[in-house]
Each structure stands twice: as structure tokens, then as C-alpha cells.
């Protein structure tokens, strides 16, 4: 059974840290692209961040463009996600994402066939 696992939210002030990290079970994500999103409460949800298969190329939604930093570690079967400058509106619930098709690392969310619980990062004023 495949499992992707999301730690590392929780609450933070504006302008502070938080480092995300995906952990994949059941299966190697070491060819495949991954990604992270993020919704917030009555919000749809949107694209943050996507990396390919190895590490090579990334790719940003304008809003965290600067201040997230995605990477991976292929050894751990590991993403993550390096969140500085936090904004309030940053608050949401992070997921991430793995493709099931190799080279693949896309801004949308269907493309992608395995999906986290989800962890909650909360940014205070």
C-alpha cells in the first residue's frame, strides 16, 4: 500500500519558518515527479510547488516564488518543503503529491495519483 505522510506544520508568526517534509511508503518515488498544494478553509486547491525526478527541475506558484524551496532526498524516499517569509495568507492545510508516471512533475493537482493526509501550517499576524 502506498502512503505518503506529511509532518512539520503547525503554527508560526509572519515571517517565520517551518520546514514540511513527505515521506513515501509501499513504493519508490526516485522516477516519478512530486509536488506539493495546499487549500485553505472555502478555498479550492492550489498548486505550490513541483519537483521532478531528480531534484534537476522545479517549478513554483508566483505567490511562494522566492520564499518556498522544494527538494527532495531519493535515498530517503523523502520530499520536502522549506517555507520562509511566511505570510499569513500562507494559512492552509499542505498536501503533497506523487505521479505515478515517470519524468513527470506537474502544477496540477490531477495529474497526480497518490496524495498525503495533509498537515496544517497556520500563520498568526
Known amino acids: 500500500q502506498v502512503q505518503l505522510v506529511e509532518s512539520g506544520g503547525g503554527l508560526v508568526q509572519a515571517g517565520g519558518s517551518l520546514r514540511l517534509s513527505c515521506a513515501a511508503s509501499?513504493?519508490?518515488?526516485?522516477?516519478?515527479?512530486m509536488g506539493w498544494f495546499r487549500q485553505a478553509p472555502g478555498k479550492e486547491r492550489e498548486f505550490v510547488a513541483a519537483i521532478s525526478w531528480n531534484g534537476g527541475s522545479t517549478r513554483y506558484a508566483d505567490s511562494v516564488k522566492g520564499r518556498f524551496t522544494i527538494s527532495r532526498d531519493n535515498a530517503k524516499n523523502t520530499m520536502y518543503l522549506q517555507m520562509n517569509s511566511l505570510k499569513p495568507e500562507d494559512t492552509a492545510a499542505y498536501y503533497c503529491a506523487g505521479d505515478s508516471r515517470r519524468y513527470n512533475f506537474s502544477i496540477y493537482g490531477s495529474s497526480y495519483d497518490y496524495w498525503g493526509q495533509g498537515t496544517q501550517v497556520t500563520v498568526s499576524l
Open positions: 509501499g513504493r519508490t518515488f526516485s522516477n516519478n515527479g
